[in-house]
């Protein structure tokens, strides 16, 4: 499956890919929560439910 085929059929939403691309461009340091919802300027209670969808 190439990149374009994994987005299009596994990525649910825009904050989806945002939060793809963050995690991969500043591994391996770690975000928290609160810092990763204010770049994807989503509510703090909604990331926690991006991220299980990633998982």
Do not use: Q
């Not at 990525?11 to 793809?20: N, Q, R």
């Not at 810092?35 to 209670?45: H, N, T």
């Amino acid at each position: 499956m190439d990149a374009y085929e994994f987005v299009l059929n596994k990525v649910d939403t825009v904050p989806h890919l945002e939060a793809l691309m963050l995690l991969w461009n500043s591994r391996p340091v770690g975000w928290t929560c609160a810092e990763l919802g204010s770049r994807l300027y989503i509510p703090l209670d909604s990331v926690g439910d991006l991220l299980r969808d990633l998982v």
